[in-house]
């Protein structure tokens, strides 16, 4: 019995505690295949498609992508989408940003979140001037 409820607490603790090593980028691609690329596009060439494209997106500004029309939801989100709000937004979109368009049954494998952001890291936003908005200026 007490074996048990050993196996049950140390379960229940690898459960819970994040994941500390970086993601799988190779996994991640796989995951962004399935889950994402319906709907964005992400690369040299990626532009917006049924969602805004996703180069350099960790650290980007919410909806500054300038070939995609955001929705108001989106538009005064005000957000930067870092680690905490993708994962967040990822899990749960609406409930980051109600009335979001992105209609997303929501992703929370903290494994396969972090296989997703190492892959999203590995596009910069460099070289996208064209399609990514300035910071603000005059
Ligand atoms: C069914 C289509 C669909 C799927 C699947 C989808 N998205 Fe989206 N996504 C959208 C749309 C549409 C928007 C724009 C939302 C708005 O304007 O409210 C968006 C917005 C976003 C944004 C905000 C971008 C910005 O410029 O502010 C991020 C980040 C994002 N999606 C990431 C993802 C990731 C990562 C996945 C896969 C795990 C994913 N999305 C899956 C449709 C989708």
């Known amino acids: ?18 994941a500390l090593a970086a993601g799988d980028v190779q996994a991640g691609e796989k995951v ?31 909806a500054v992508t300038t070939d995609y029309v955001y929705s108001d939801a989106m538009k005064s989100a005000n957000l930067v989408w870092n680690r905490e709000t993708l994962i967040a937004y990822l899990e749960a979109p609406k409930k980051v940003v109600p009335g979001t368009r ?14 997703l952001l190492a892959y999203l890291q590995t596009f910069p936003a460099q070289g996208l001037r064209s399609t990514v908005r300035a910071l603000p200026g005059p």
């Open 1 to 18: 019995m007490k074996n048990i409820a050993a196996l049950i607490l140390s379960s229940a603790l690898v459960l819970s505690t994040p």
């Open 32 to 62: 962004y295949k399935r889950l994402c690329s319906g709907c964005h596009q992400i690369g040299e060439s990626a532009r917006a498609f049924f969602g805004p494209q996703l180069n350099g997106v960790i650290g980007r500004q919410s």
């Open 102 to 115: 992105m209609i997303f049954w929501g992703l929370s494998d903290p494994e396969k979140i972090e296989d």
